[in-house]
């Protein structure tokens, strides 16, 4: 399974209060280890196996009202024990203690296994690859992955390259877009439509200032984090 860890940015955590002071804070702080992490997940995709890729897919079932590093910890779980592909749902459910929901979501991964599996084996890469665009394959998985929405389908192709310029929203990005009036308001739920008029807002907010969508979500978390995870 591909190795993922969690980098520190020294001098992050000093929120921004322009959109020019956070401009300058990727430029000069953050930048290098950004692109070294999206240059990671487009890696993840040309040198990982079916396997690593689904690895990915079940670390983004697992991530909802759970936190990332507990979710990537049982996932790793799973695949030295093979219980990734191989496991029951009672097998895979008392082995992701850390993750909430851990009945449901071993249902989900187990429904999600089954659409991938030829002969006992993943096979998923090349069924990724066969969307026209990084949207169409969003709308696939939404409709047929459970356990996954938008902002679960958007990280996934992100943390595989295959979706660098998909939004990923949470609570968090949404304050900070507002913090930079990227948008108005921040809506009480986030409808599908909802959903993709705020991404183009922030795909907006991004060229404006300049900085790569695919930066974005990674530099507002690392200033919460003080880092970079996943």
């Known amino acids: 399974m591909i190795k993922i860890e969690f980098v520190e940015i020294p001098n992050i955590k000093q ?8 401009f ?12 070294k992490r999206v240059k990671h997940y487009s890696d993840v995709f040309k040198k990982g196996t079916d396997e690593d890729i689904f690895a990915e897919l ?3 079932i697992f991530t909802p009202q759970s936190k990332a590093l507990s979710c990537w910890k049982a996932v790793n779980v799973l695949g030295e024990k093979n219980l990734l592909i191989a496991g029951s749902a009672d097998e895979i459910s008392e082995n992701i203690s850390g993750v ?9 991964l187990i429904a999600a296994r089954e659409k991938f599996l030829s002969n006992g084996k993943i096979k998923i890469k090349d069924f990724l690859k066969s969307f026209k665009s990084p949207q ?3 709308d696939w998985i939404i409709k047929n992955i459970k356990g996954i929405g938008y902002k679960e389908a958007g990280h996934f192709l992100r943390n595989t390259g295959l979706g660098l310029d998909l939004a990923i929203l949470d609570r968090h990005i949404l304050r900070n877009l507002k913090f930079y009036n990227a948008i108005d308001d921040i809506p009480q739920t986030l409808t599908p439509k909802i959903y993709l008029q705020i991404e183009q ?3 907006k907010f991004c060229n404006d200032i300049k900085i790569p969508m695919a930066h974005m979500d990674l530099l507002l978390w690392a200033m919460q984090t003080g880092g970079i995870f996943k």
């Open 15 to 22: 929120k921004p209060q322009t959109r020019e002071e956070l």
């Open 24 to 35: 300058e804070v990727w430029n000069t702080v953050a930048k290098k280890q950004l692109t």
């Open 58 to 60: 079940a670390f983004c």
């Open 100 to 108: 909430r929901f851990q009945r449901n979501k071993a249902k989900f």
């Open 136 to 138: 169409e394959l969003r």
């Open 201 to 203: 807002k922030m795909v």
